[in-house]
């Protein structure tokens, strides 16, 4: 079965806050592990989770997994994309649609809190010390 995997972010009115994602995304494609590697953008944003789900499934995906890129369990996560994936569910009944957990869940984030912190500090001085 081919396995298609959206990952899913807010959006923003800036065009360029979404250049994050648009990057995972591209080096999640370049590993090659899905047949079809597509993001998409909840609001303010191009392509709409809609768009992206269609595309999968124009590209022969039976199955399609979708990967909130959020850190808090806030509405989005809770309702809205639940609902979104019942939606196109029922719109696309022969394809296995599954929504993981969010991204800010995941055991590794409190790695890559330590990651950044430390990254940080070897990399700034004090400014007792200038």
């Given at each position: ?9 807010h959006g923003s ?104 912190v430390a990254t ?11």
């Amino acid at each position: 079965m081919k396995t298609a995997l959206i990952i899913l972010g807010h959006g923003s009115k800036n065009s360029r806050s979404g250049d994050p994602l648009r990057q995972v995304a591209g080096e999640v494609k370049k590993l090659g592990l899905y047949d079809v590697v597509e993001y998409a953008f909840l609001q303010h944003g191009d392509p709409t989770p809609q768009n992206a789900i269609e595309s999968c499934v124009q590209q022969n995906a039976g199955r399609i997994v979708i990967v909130p890129f959020f850190m808090q369990p806030g509405a989005h996560v809770a309702r809205d994309i639940p609902a979104l994936a019942e939606k196109a569910q029922k719109q696309f009944a022969s394809v296995q649609i599954i929504v993981t957990d969010y991204a800010g869940a995941h055991p590794l984030m409190t790695r890559i809190v330590l990651d950044l912190v430390a990254t940080s500090i070897s990399s700034t001085t004090n400014i007792s010390e200038r």
